[in-house]
């Protein structure tokens, strides 16, 4: 059994980047555990506030049902301002991952592709590569970032940000529960052919299915494997 963390910018980054393999984990017996560190909607008011207690009610039933889909219910939420961690120090971000990864002691980490063009998923990247440095952390034996449409494409022109995966978990017997959970996001979802809609979603899975041989696939890209 190995214990499993995402650490996500925003809801809706966890199901979009990894919901597939996260319900294969589960259905593999392993122990899953969410973090979300943004509160993913106050950067689209006019004039930023804190996020107030009804959203906040709403965000979380969302990613709560989301994540009952698939058979998670260890969830963190931090309230980061959305798209504003750059206001914040890195080392504070660090830290605060940090204290979770102890919390958990997790073997596996999943977490944003550095060159997402998003600011928080970059920075949330670069906190996990810090917080699991072998010189800092022995837990952790992989850490895989995963793509997130509608950032990691938006970016890739670069190609020092290119999304480049070397890792392909198949998918097909889990992505329609990935799509359902997904559902459950709809102050998030938008329609196709935005990237963040669920047939964008889907196409994504069978595409890199195709380039496999497979019928639905999650690309990552392992850029830490420690083995024993």
């Known amino acids: 059994m190995e214990k499993v963390l995402v650490v996500a910018s925003h809801p809706d980054d966890e199901i979009i980047g990894v919901g597939g393999a996260l319900r294969k984990h589960v259905k593999n017996g392993d122990e899953v555990y969410v973090l979300i560190l943004g509160d993913g909607k106050t950067s689209r008011q006019n004039k930023y506030e804190v996020m107030d207690d009804s959203t906040k009610t709403l965000s979380m039933s969302e990613t709560t049902n989301a994540l009952k889909v698939l058979g998670i219910t260890n969830l963190y939420h931090e309230y980061l301002p959305d798209n504003k961690f750059d206001q914040l120090t890195l080392l504070d971000i660090v830290k605060l991952v ?24 970059q920075l949330t990247a670069e ?6 440095r072998p010189i800092q952390n022995s837990l952790i034996k992989e850490l895989r970032l995963f793509e997130t449409l509608s950032s990691t494409e938006m970016d890739g022109s670069r190609s020092t940000h290119a999304f480049i995966p070397n890792l392909f978990i198949n998918i097909d017997l889990e992505l329609e529960d990935k799509l359902a959970a997904l559902k459950c996001y709809k102050s998030e979802m938008r329609e196709f052919p935005h990237p963040r809609s669920l047939k964008s979603i889907e196409y994504n899975a069978r595409v890199w299915g195709a380039k496999n041989n497979q019928m639905a696939v999650e690309p990552f890209y392992i850029f830490r494997k420690y083995i024993d």
């Open 127 to 132: 906190a996990v590569i810090i917080a699991t």
């Open 98 to 121: 940090t204290r979770y990864i102890e919390k958990v002691s997790p073997s596996i980490i999943y977490t944003h592709h550095s060159g997402d063009l998003n600011i928080d998923h």
